[in-house]
């Protein structure tokens, strides 16, 4: 018979490397087996597998009796390693529920405390312990945490019912409430649970733990944690673990408490201890934010003992796993146990810090520092800052927690809703202000460029979400009055802030500031030059940049772009003369109409690809021919229409009725690319003219010839290659001749039609080069336009038909093999062929390491993630070398 638990001692004895532990028993049963084997002082459990989560899906969700026949005896054997037992209430066990994906989701599944409690139990354990209190404050938050995630009860009646009970008894703390106090708490929840389900709260342990390892399998698929996994790429088919641990209690005494740390500062890498604590309260006190919690270097006068000890054991994490560790500890009167160690989240900035002075330290190597930072993050450190000047000027109305590094200004917004609402309305910045986010909250928060919440410390959720998606915040700023209700902010000084009003963020000081900030473009060096030269080492993938003018150019050039992948031709026609010319030629009758309208668009196009030679040196630019439709530089309406006929010398009726015979019903697979070129080979002809005498103009300028690319749109058929090539090879070669240079150029197309990459071989015949165009190879293989796939792809990632945009991270299993099927094909043709990818997937982590996989040449993408696909490349190279 399958296993599907393993006690965390069965999990420290697995002859498995670490990853693929992760992969049976998720990432927090793998580390609690891992700190098991160490010898930590962890309470102990067992974890129920992530293979066990697939059955449950498997069989309608629902756990067969052989599953919950495994949990019942693995509970029995945790009875006798514990020495106490489930439901008994003479010795009580009780336990915690809680979920552990393979990789760190925070937040976004549930988790049960205080499991096993029930009427009997906790009356006779209050006798027991002689701690009322303790006993029905656990039982309290217990009732509310099984009402909330195992029964999706209104998590709001139970908290205004606690509210109201404080209320009434004039108190704000609820460290204030009695034993009495919380007995009516229990009887009210009681109460208000039976109102929600007649049946009345549950009262038999074993019927409590089933329902919760339902629930936390169930969360797996909870909208909140199917976005997390979309934007991080983490696929719905791996499910979740549930680990069942003996509970400690932080809230037993004043000797007791609860904590979460780092070993170095995730917010600037600095390797110091951070974190905090509270004394008499359990962890979701700490990671909520309901109350403020003390620095973690408080406890070393507080209790040295325990704190030593966590030093030293922190140490050991460290040591052990190689990495900077977030840990979850409990003091339980005076012992310290640990709870949860992984590897920390933390911002880019500190990301590089740690793992450049670990690799100083001689703790690991180049290739292993290059493995722990996340490329995406790189992000972080590419946007803004404020503006040194302003930043001066400005006056900060109230100071909270610096819990996430960077700088932002926008509208204020109050819910996530409204953000996602003000970005579909066009809203460029916003800032999120909430007295204290929770998970519901992921998606606006990833839209925000701020996050200010009223409550909560550098561990609350807002700052571990924030820092792992690199986004600026400032949290536990208290002297601010949100209401979300009326959509206001009452600053200190007694002025009121609404909807929409500027703010501005300093997530690296707290500072916040009641109006707009300038922001500037960060400066670049140190740990960040370093880490990219280890990257540029050891990668073999080039990496270009999308760029269709001299500023972006010179900003990827900076960022370490080794040439421009693609230039998009068309970009350059929209100036207001250049358009006016444009439209001459497309309205134009006759061939000579056409040349003359040509000619005086040449001049533009010339000076256009001077510039980015002159900018890029000696790097590659690859120029891509005319692409789109020609009624798109077209107006559309008859007021447009109108005055432009005027100024073409037609009448209103010619040239509406030309606007109409170039309308198509399916543009993306209408007259377009190179099949424009076919139709009028005097656009290639003058496009040709325009790259080529750029070129000779630029090689004699500066001395180094330069060998132009160019690169031939939408290519189906090698005849259409063939026809227009013959256009682009004539014009060149004159004008060469002429010029007396011997310059070389290359001629070759974009893979962007299923029919292109099935004839690869025939395309490579005339192709030098193929660049994949993965935006329409992905439309046309899909058969959606990816401008309306968002009405429904929504559905699809929730019924988990796709786990990912495919406009974002390539479709390994089709488009993928159409491109690696393109590799070969060409290959076998022209062995010596250049391959690269220009779509937006250039920029994508999983795509760089796909195109790696597959032996392309190049990745391209847009200027600012050219860094995040150096380091992409590096890691897939890392990875092969390694064999992982």
Same mark, same amino acid.
């Given at each position: 018979?399958?296993k599907?638990?393993?006690l965390?001692?069965e999990g420290?004895a697995l002859?498995?490397?670490?990853s693929k532990?992760?992969?049976?028993l998720?990432?927090?049963?793998?580390n609690? $087996?891992?700190m098991?084997?160490?010898?930590?002082?962890v309470?102990?459990?067992?974890?129920?597998?992530?293979? $066990?989560c697939t059955?449950?899906y498997?069989d309608?969700?629902?756990m067969?009796?052989?599953?919950?026949?495994e949990?019942?005896?693995?509970?029995?054997?945790?009875?006798k &390693?514990?020495?106490?037992e489930?439901g008994?209430?003479e010795?009580?066990?009780?336990v915690?529920?809680r979920?552990?994906?393979?990789?760190?989701?925070p937040?976004m599944?549930?988790?049960?405390l205080?499991?096993?409690?029930?009427?009997e139990v906790?009356?006779q354990?209050?006798k027991d312990?002689?701690?009322?209190r303790f006993?029905?404050d656990?039982?309290?938050?217990?009732i509310?945490m099984?009402?909330d995630?195992v029964r999706?009860f209104?998590?709001?009646k139970?908290?205004?019912?606690?509210?109201?009970?404080k209320e009434?008894? *004039?108190?704000?703390?609820?460290?204030?409430l009695? $034993?009495e106090?919380?007995?009516?708490v229990?009887?009210?929840y009681k109460?208000e649970?039976a109102?929600?389900?007649?049946?009345g709260f549950p009262?038999?342990?074993e019927e409590?733990?089933?329902a919760a390892?339902?629930?936390v399998?169930?969360?797996?698929?909870?909208d909140?944690? &199917?976005t997390? %996994?979309?934007l991080?790429?983490?696929?719905?088919?791996?499910g979740t673990?549930?680990n069942?641990q003996q509970?400690?209690?932080g809230?037993?005494?004043?000797?007791?408490g609860?904590?979460v740390?780092?070993? %170095?500062?995730p $917010?600037?890498?600095e390797?110091v201890l951070?974190?905090?604590y509270?004394m008499?309260a359990q962890?979701e006190?700490?990671v909520?934010?309901v109350?403020?919690?003390?620095?973690?270097?408080?406890?070393?006068?507080q209790?040295?003992d325990?704190?030593?000890q966590?030093?030293?054991?922190?140490?050991t994490l460290?040591?052990h796993?190689?990495d900077?560790?977030d840990m979850e500890?409990?003091?339980e009167d005076?012992r310290?146990?640990m709870?949860q160690? %992984?590897?920390?989240?933390?911002?880019?900035?500190?990301?590089?810090?740690?793992?450049?002075?670990?690799?100083?330290?001689?703790?690991i190597?180049?290739?292993?520092?290059?493995l722990?930072?996340?490329p995406?993050?790189l992000?972080?450190l590419?946007?803004?800052?404020?503006?040194?000047d302003s930043?001066?000027?400005?006056k900060a109305v109230?100071?909270g927690?610096a819990?996430?590094?960077g700088?932002?200004?926008g509208?204020?917004?109050?819910?996530?809703e409204?953000?996602?609402?003000?970005?579909?309305?066009?809203v460029q910045?916003? &800032?999120?202000?909430?007295?204290e986010?929770?998970p519901?909250?992921i998606?606006?928060?990833?839209l925000a460029?701020?996050?200010?919440?009223?409550r909560?410390g550098m561990?609350?959720?807002a700052?571990?979400?924030a820092?792992g998606m690199?986004?600026?915040?400032?949290?536990?700023c208290?002297?601010l009055?949100?209401?979300?209700?009326?959509k206001t902010?009452v600053?200190p000084?007694?002025?009121v802030?609404?909807? *929409?009003?500027?703010l501005s963020l300093?997530?690296?000081t707290g500072?916040v500031f009641?109006e707009?900030?300038?922001t500037?473009a960060?400066?670049?060096?140190?740990?960040f030059?370093?880490f990219m030269e280890w990257a540029?080492?050891?990668?073999?993938l080039?990496?270009?940049?999308n760029a269709?003018?001299?500023?972006?150019a010179?900003?990827?050039k900076?960022?370490g772009?080794?040439g421009?992948g693609?230039c998009?031709?068309?970009h350059?026609?929209?100036?207001?003369?250049r358009?006016?010319?444009?439209?001459?030629m497309?309205?134009?009758?006759t061939l000579e109409?056409?040349e003359?309208?040509l000619?005086?668009?040449?001049?533009?196009?010339r000076e256009?690809?001077?510039?980015?030679?002159?900018?890029?040196?000696k790097?590659?630019?690859n120029i891509?021919?005319?692409?789109?439709?020609l009624?798109?530089f077209?107006?559309h309406?008859?007021?447009?229409?109108?005055p432009l006929?005027?100024?073409?010398g037609?009448?209103?009726?010619a040239?509406?009725?030309?606007v109409?015979?170039?309308?198509?019903?399916n543009?993306?697979?209408?007259?377009?690319?190179?099949?424009?070129?076919?139709?009028?080979?005097?656009?290639?002809a003058?496009?040709t003219?325009a790259?080529?005498?750029a070129?000779i103009?630029?090689?004699k300028?500066t001395?180094t010839? &330069?060998?132009?690319?160019?690169?031939i749109?939408?290519?189906?058929e090698?005849?259409e290659?063939?026809?227009?090539?013959?256009?682009?090879v004539?014009t060149?070669?004159a004008?060469?001749?002429e010029?007396g240079?011997?310059?070389k150029?290359h001629v070759g197309?974009m893979i962007e039609i299923?029919?292109a990459?099935?004839?690869?071989?025939?395309i490579a015949q005339?192709a030098e080069?193929?660049?994949f165009g993965?935006n329409?190879l992905t439309?046309m293989t899909f058969?959606?336009?990816?401008?309306?796939a968002?009405?429904f792809l929504?559905?699809?990632?929730?019924n988990?038909?796709?786990?990912?945009?495919p406009?974002?991270?390539?479709d390994?299993d089709?488009v993928?093999?159409?491109?690696k099927?393109?590799?070969?094909?060409?290959?076998?043709? %022209?062995p010596d062929?250049k391959?690269g990818?220009?779509?937006?997937?250039g920029?994508?982590?999983?795509t760089?390491?796909?195109c790696?996989n597959v032996?392309?040449t190049?990745?391209?993408c847009?200027?600012?993630r050219v860094?995040?696909a150096?380091?992409?490349a590096?890691q897939?190279?890392?990875?092969?070398k390694?064999?992982?």
């Amino acid at each position: 018979m399958k296993k599907y638990v393993y006690l965390f001692k069965e999990g420290a004895a697995l002859d498995m490397p670490l990853s693929k532990k992760k992969e049976l028993l998720g990432g927090k049963g793998a580390n609690l $087996a891992e700190m098991t084997g160490i010898g930590l002082p962890v309470p102990q459990g067992f974890t129920v597998s992530t293979e $066990a989560c697939t059955k449950y899906y498997e069989d309608g969700a629902q756990m067969t009796d052989e599953m919950k026949a495994e949990v019942l005896a693995n509970l029995r054997e945790l009875e006798k &390693i514990t020495g106490r037992e489930f439901g008994n209430p003479e010795n009580p066990l009780l336990v915690s529920v809680r979920s552990g994906a393979r990789e760190s989701m925070p937040g976004m599944m549930d988790t049960v405390l205080n499991l096993g409690l029930n009427d009997e139990v906790a009356a006779q354990f209050a006798k027991d312990t002689g701690n009322e209190r303790f006993v029905y404050d656990s039982y309290r938050r217990f009732i509310q945490m099984f009402a909330d995630v195992v029964r999706n009860f209104p998590r709001e009646k139970f908290e205004h019912q606690f509210d109201a009970i404080k209320e009434q008894k *004039g108190l704000e703390n609820d460290l204030d409430l009695t $034993a009495e106090d919380l007995k009516e708490v229990v009887e009210v929840y009681k109460k208000e649970f039976a109102e929600l389900d007649p049946a009345g709260f549950p009262q038999k342990p074993e019927e409590q733990l089933m329902a919760a390892i339902g629930a936390v399998f169930g969360s797996w698929n909870n909208d909140r944690a &199917i976005t997390y %996994r979309r934007l991080n790429d983490i696929p719905g088919s791996w499910g979740t673990a549930v680990n069942v641990q003996q509970m400690v209690y932080g809230n037993r005494s004043e000797t007791s408490g609860t904590g979460v740390a780092f070993t %170095r500062n995730p $917010a600037t890498g600095e390797n110091v201890l951070y974190g905090e604590y509270l004394m008499n309260a359990q962890g979701e006190d700490v990671v909520s934010g309901v109350r403020t919690p003390s620095p973690i270097a408080a406890l070393h006068e507080q209790m040295p003992d325990c704190y030593n000890q966590f030093v030293k054991i922190c140490e050991t994490l460290e040591s052990h796993y190689k990495d900077m560790q977030d840990m979850e500890f409990t003091i339980e009167d005076g012992r310290l146990y640990m709870l949860q160690t %992984r590897n920390g989240k933390r911002t880019a900035q500190a990301a590089l810090r740690i793992a450049v002075e670990m690799v100083d330290e001689g703790m690991i190597s180049k290739d292993q520092a290059l493995l722990m930072v996340d490329p995406k993050a790189l992000d972080q450190l590419l946007h803004p800052n404020f503006d040194n000047d302003s930043y001066k000027a400005a006056k900060a109305v109230a100071t909270g927690l610096a819990a996430s590094p960077g700088a932002a200004t926008g509208h204020l917004y109050f819910t996530a809703e409204d953000v996602m609402a003000a970005k579909e309305n066009g809203v460029q910045d916003m &800032i999120l202000v909430r007295n204290e986010t929770s998970p519901e909250d992921i998606e606006g928060m990833n839209l925000a460029h701020g996050i200010l919440t009223v409550r909560g410390g550098m561990t609350s959720h807002a700052a571990v979400v924030a820092r792992g998606m690199g986004t600026c915040c400032v949290s536990g700023c208290g002297s601010l009055k949100v209401s979300e209700a009326d959509k206001t902010v009452v600053l200190p000084d007694g002025r009121v802030l609404h909807e *929409g009003d500027w703010l501005s963020l300093n997530g690296s000081t707290g500072e916040v500031f009641a109006e707009q900030i300038k922001t500037v473009a960060p400066e670049i060096g140190g740990n960040f030059a370093k880490f990219m030269e280890w990257a540029d080492e050891a990668r073999k993938l080039k990496v270009r940049t999308n760029a269709d003018n001299p500023r972006d150019a010179k900003q990827a050039k900076e960022f370490g772009a080794e040439g421009i992948g693609l230039c998009r031709t068309e970009h350059m026609f929209f100036d207001e003369e250049r358009i006016f010319n444009f439209r001459r030629m497309i309205t134009a009758e006759t061939l000579e109409a056409r040349e003359e309208a040509l000619s005086n668009i040449l001049p533009y196009q010339r000076e256009d690809f001077e510039n980015l030679y002159r900018t890029m040196g000696k790097y590659g630019v690859n120029i891509r021919f005319l692409d789109p439709p020609l009624h798109e530089f077209l107006p559309h309406t008859d007021e447009e229409i109108a005055p432009l006929a005027e100024s073409l010398g037609m009448t209103f009726e010619a040239l509406k009725e030309r606007v109409e015979s170039l309308k198509e019903f399916n543009p993306m697979m209408g007259h377009r690319g190179c099949r424009l070129a076919v139709t009028y080979p005097e656009i290639a002809a003058m496009q040709t003219r325009a790259v080529i005498e750029a070129a000779i103009n630029v090689s004699k300028e500066t001395g180094t010839l &330069i060998e132009p690319e160019i690169m031939i749109p939408l290519v189906g058929e090698v005849k259409e290659l063939s026809f227009v090539k013959k256009t682009v090879v004539a014009t060149a070669d004159a004008i060469i001749a002429e010029s007396g240079l011997d310059m070389k150029y290359h001629v070759g197309t974009m893979i962007e039609i299923p029919r292109a990459a099935l004839t690869a071989d025939k395309i490579a015949q005339e192709a030098e080069f193929f660049s994949f165009g993965t935006n329409d190879l992905t439309q046309m293989t899909f058969g959606f336009s990816r401008d309306d796939a968002g009405k429904f792809l929504g559905d699809y990632y929730a019924n988990n038909i796709y786990e990912h945009d495919p406009f974002a991270t390539i479709d390994v299993d089709g488009v993928g093999q159409l491109v690696k099927m393109s590799v070969e094909k060409g290959k076998s043709t %022209r062995p010596d062929i250049k391959l690269g990818i220009c779509g937006e997937h250039g920029g994508d982590p999983k795509t760089v390491e796909f195109c790696h996989n597959v032996g392309l040449t190049y990745v391209s993408c847009s200027p600012f993630r050219v860094p995040l696909a150096r380091l992409a490349a590096a890691q897939a190279a890392v990875k092969e070398k390694l064999g992982k």
